[in-house]
Structures are given as structure tokens and as C-alpha cells.
């Protein structure tokens, strides 16, 4: 089955970046998006950005088009969230999914 681990979540200024990671192991990536979420405190958790494994289309939540990009590396079967432009609403514990798997999630606090 497949595992997901988040990391390179931190505190950031306002306009400043972060790359987060999300590695998948223990199964076989194919035709699923992998997708990152978000949850903050007293929130629903909500979509962000996804990329289909088997093409590469990416999809992306209106809040963060233009500011955040997501990407993967197949060898290393990782999928990589830049974030840029960073704002205090991103402040969330931001979360990867594959199917019906979710990793533990990695803070991210965007201080103004």
C-alpha cells in the first residue's frame, strides 16, 4: 500500500517561499492525481493543487494559481508544492493524498 511523508513545512514571512515534499512509497503510482490539501485551524480541509501521475496535468485551487506550482520527480517518486508569495491565509497544516491514502501532514505558518 501506498505511504505518503510530508516535509519542509516552517515559518515564513509575508511574500517569502517554501518547497514542501511528498514521498510515496510501498505501492505503484499510476492514473491517480496526487494532490495536496490544506486544513487551517477552525477550517474544513480544502484543495490546493494536484498533478495526474500519468500525464501531468496539474490542477490548482483559485486562491493559489499564479503563486504556487506543484511538480513531481518520478524517480524519486516525490511530488514537490513551491510555494511562493506566501500570505498569512496560507497557514495551514498542508496535507498529500494519493487515492484514498493521506500523509501526516507539515505546518506551515505564514507570519505577516
Known amino acids: 500500500q501506498v505511504q505518503l511523508v510530508e516535509s519542509g513545512g516552517g515559518l515564513v514571512q509575508a511574500g517569502g517561499s517554501l518547497r514542501l515534499s511528498c514521498a510515496a512509497s510501498?505501492?505503484?503510482?499510476?492514473?491517480?492525481?496526487l494532490g495536496w490539501f490544506r486544513q487551517a485551524p477552525g477550517k474544513e480541509r480544502e484543495f490546493v493543487a494536484a498533478?495526474?501521475?500519468?500525464?501531468?496535468?496539474?490542477y490548482y485551487a483559485d486562491s493559489v494559481k499564479g503563486r504556487f506550482t506543484i511538480s513531481r520527480d518520478n524517480a524519486k517518486k516525490t511530488v514537490y508544492l513551491q510555494m511562493n508569495t506566501l500570505k498569512p491565509e496560507d497557514t495551514a497544516v498542508y496535507y498529500c493524498?494519493?487515492?484514498?491514502?493521506w500523509g501526516q501532514g507539515t505546518q506551515v505558518t505564514v507570519s505577516s
Open positions: 493524498n494519493y487515492a484514498d491514502k
Open positions: 510501498g505501492g505503484t503510482l499510476s492514473s491517480y492525481m
Open positions: 498533478i495526474r501521475w500519468s500525464d501531468d496535468n496539474t
